[in-house]
T-cell receptor
Framework: NAGVMQNPRHLVRRRGQEARLRCSPM?????VYWYRQLPEEGLKFMVY????????ESGMPKERFSAEFPKEGPSILRIQQVVRGDSAAYFC????????????FGPGTRLTVL | TQLLEQSPQFLSIQEGENLTVYCNSS?????LQWYRQEPGEGPVLLVT?????EVKKLKRLTFQFGDARKDSSLHITAAQPGDTGLYLC???????????FGKGTRLSVIA
């Protein structure tokens, strides 16, 4: 039973380029969450999606960032025109329909913007 | 905005010692989770506590949820080098609100 998969594990981009981060949830999980973690910091919530729907994007920057979770395929976090401040570890988590909202995390994508 | 404060931020102890780390808030949470994160990896869920006053044990780890569901503690007995890592608490408010994470306690257990 595979866990949450994220790719790529490491991504290097130059300022102004686009970054696409992918997340495949655990089998049977229909809820996906994206978080950002800076060094020596906790995880900051970005967005919560279900299949084909954005449920809560209160943590997403208003510009350049978008997320989707299509009916088929992985969830995608897209960052356009990256800047150095976007350098961070981006984690995806998935959960089943659960009252306790237990979330299971992927290994993360480490984005470095040069 | 709900905030979770974790203390201490850093803790370095000798193998065999006991320790307690804390997770505090002024807000009430419907549930609280503890995770451990190792360098270069994602957080791994250790436990979920739901009921005020609840105590859960996971081998040498004991988790407690405060009576008012505003705080939690993690106690490790006879720490081992394998316990080294970043311990994160995360709380969920009412309804379908996102998890709120503390900044974590970075534990180092020296052999």
């Amino acid at each position: 039973n595979a866990g949450v998969m994220q790719n790529p594990r490491h991504l290097v981009r130059r300022r102004g380029q686009e970054a696409r981060l992918r997340c495949s949830p655990m089998k049977g999980h229909s809820h996906v969450y994206w978080y950002r973690q800076l060094p020596e910091e906790g995880l900051k919530f970005m967005v919560y999606l279900q299949k084909e729907n954005i449920i809560d994007e209160s943590g997403m920057p208003k510009e350049r960032f978008s997320a989707e979770f299509p009916k088929e395929g992985p969830s995608i976090l897209r960052i356009q025109q990256v800047v150095r401040g976007d350098s961070a570890a981006y984690f995806c988590a998935s959960s089943p329909i659960s009252v306790n909202n237990e979330q299971f995390f992927g290994p993360g994508t480490r984005l470095t913007v040069l | 905005t709900q905030l979770l404060e974790q203390s201490p931020q850093f803790l370095s102890i000798q193998e065999g010692e006991n320790l307690t780390v804390y997770c505090n808030s002024s807000s009430v949470f419907s549930s609280l989770q503890w995770y451990r994160q190792e360098p270069g990896e994602g957080p791994v869920l250790l436990v979920t506590v739901v009921t005020g006053g609840e105590v859960k044990k996971l081998k040498r780890l004991t988790f407690q949820f405060g009576d008012a569901r505003k705080d939690s503690s993690l106690h490790i007995t006879a720490a081992q080098p394998g316990d080294t890592g970043l311990y994160l608490c995360a709380g969920r408010g009412s309804g379908n609100t996102p998890l709120v994470f503390g900044k974590g306690t970075r534990l180092s257990v020296i052999a």
